[in-house]
């Protein structure tokens, strides 16, 4: 299968898993339902499910059904997106290419939606796994969403606004907790669905963790350089914030040289995994010139 024909059915199976997990729209109270169900079927690009199954699909052993974890780390992701949005924080009119949730709906029922696809996500796992991996997958996705992590880094990004100037170490920890985080737990949870061994699993996190990287500093280089039509999201927005990002410290000839670096590493991390790693080197290559 080619690599289009597979990522595309990669992100129908979510699509399918998504629908058939989550609470009916009609379900009381409908108002919350519908704000989960906007938010989470708006689109978006699926990487973190995507990661997840195609991590699941390197090993041949026993395995457990991945796509129950690739809805719950689809809905912590979505979660994560909806609060950032939010006027407290980003205060963002736009995201995925339509209204943000307390845009479309209101403040109160956006918070409440994403509140209610964190728990889901915990909810979904702990249903549909038996102990073994769910413990695992719980206690993974439970780190990579958690103080530490994507809401530490979370906080340090905004703290980080409020300063003149962030460091490259403090850019580093931000880029590390916020985005490589669920990136490296997005494979590792595949990887978990597929027994896979501790040395495997160290494999996947150290090729998450640099994909992560690459992603992120992409991501700075597009708010830089793309337009809001096709980003689906406001761009332009970090410079007007005055924001550090990989492009005002090191500029988009550098930004685009350490993505470069981080491509070879996340490469080099792929060739110690076993199985067919060849959608993942094409995902990473892909990642590195995609354009929103
Ligand atoms: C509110 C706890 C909390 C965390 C917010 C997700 C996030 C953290 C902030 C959004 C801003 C941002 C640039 C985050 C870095 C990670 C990132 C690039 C998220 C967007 O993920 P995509 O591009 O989104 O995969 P889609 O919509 O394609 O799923």
Redesign the pocket.
Known sequence: MDFSTQLNAFIAQTDQALDKYLPPATTRPARLHEAMRYSLQA??????PVLVLSAAQLFTGKKHDPLTAAVAIECV?TY??I??DLPC??NDDL??GRPTAHKQFDEATALLAGDALLTYAFDLLARHYPAEPGFALMRELADAAGSQR??G??MEDLLAEKKADATAGELEFIHLN??AAMIEAALVMGGLTAQANEIELAGLRQFGRELGLT??IV?DILDATADSATL?KTAGKDAKAGKTTFVKLHGLEGARLHAHEHTAAALAALTKLPGDTAFLRQLVEIMLVRKH
């Not at 689109?43 to 973190?48: I, T």
Request: no cysteine; hydrophobic share 25%.
């Open positions: 689109g978006g690009k699926r990487l973190r992701h994560s997106l609060h950032d924080m980003d995201r995925r994507l809401i880094g979370q916020k985005t992603f992120q991501d689906g």
